[in-house]
C-alpha cells in the first residue's frame, strides 16, 4: 500500500522529533532557587527556545490516540504564551510568531511527556511539535521524583499555518510507546488581528 505524501511527510516529522526527544538540550534556563510549580502562577522560567522544534499545520494526526482529561489528573501547565501569564484567549497581530511554554510529564508522574503537540481546532490540525526536555527542577521538587527535572518545552507556531481569524489551540503531553497525547490546560482561542 502506497502512503499519500502528506501521511509520509508527518510520519517523518514524528519520527524526527521522537529521536530528538532523547537527545540533551544544548542550553537551558533554570528557575531561581524557591521558584515553585507553576499551576496558577506567571513567574515560572520555561526552557531555552534552543530546545524547541515546528511543524506546520497540516490535517488531523493519524494513529495518536487524543485521551478524554480524567478527574484530578496532572499532566503539566502551560505557563505563558508570547511570554504573558496564559489565558484562556489571545491576540496576535499578523505574522507574529506564537510562543507557548510549560511543563510535561505523563499521568503516572514516572517521567517527563516524550514530546508536547499543539494542535488546532476540532480537527486536531498539528501546529507545532517539540521536544520535552527543558530544565524544570521545580516540577521534580514539587512532585517528589528528581526524573521529573527536565519535564519543561517550548512550542513556536507560525500564525500563517493556522486557518481563519479565529482558532482554538490545544497542548498534549504525548507518550510514545502508547502513542496516547493527553490534555494539558484548556484550549486557547487565539484572534488573528
Do not use: H
Request: glycine residues 8%.
Amino acid at each position: 500500500m502506497k502512503l499519500p505524501n502528506q501521511i509520509l511527510k508527518k510520519i517523518s516529522v514524528l519520527i524526527l522529533l521522537s529521536a530528538a526527544v532523547s537527545l540533551p538540550a544544548c542550553t537551558s534556563t533554570s528557575p531561581g532557587p524557591g521558584t515553585q510549580v507553576n499551576t496558577q502562577s506567571e513567574n515560572t522560567p520555561s526552557p531555552s527556545p534552543e530546545t524547541t522544534a515546528t511543524a506546520p499545520a497540516t490535517q488531523a494526526i493519524e494513529g495518536i490516540n487524543f485521551q478524554t482529561p480524567k478527574p484530578g489528573q496532572n499532566t503539566g501547565f502551560v505557563d505563558s504564551i508570547n511570554n504573558k501569564p496564559s489565558q484562556p484567549s489571545i491576540s496576535v497581530a499578523p505574522g507574529t510568531p506564537i510562543q507557548i511554554s510549560g511543563w510535561a510529564i505523563l499521568p503516572d508522574a514516572t517521567k517527563p511527556a516524550d514530546m508536547v503537540i499543539v494542535t488546532a481546532g476540532e480537527e486536531k490540525a498539528i501546529a507545532s511539535t517539540t521536544p520535552v526536555n527543558g530544565d524544570r527542577p521545580d516540577v521534580g521538587k514539587a512532585l517528589k521524583n528528581k526524573a521529573l527535572d527536565r519535564s519543561g518545552w517550548v512550542a513556536k507556531i507560525d500564525p500563517a499555518t493556522l486557518s481563519g481569524g479565529e482558532v482554538s489551540l490545544q497542548v498534549w503531553g504525548y507518550n510514545s510507546q502508547t502513542k496516547e497525547a493527553y490534555p494539558i490546560g484548556a484550549s486557547v482561542k487565539v484572534v488573528l488581528k
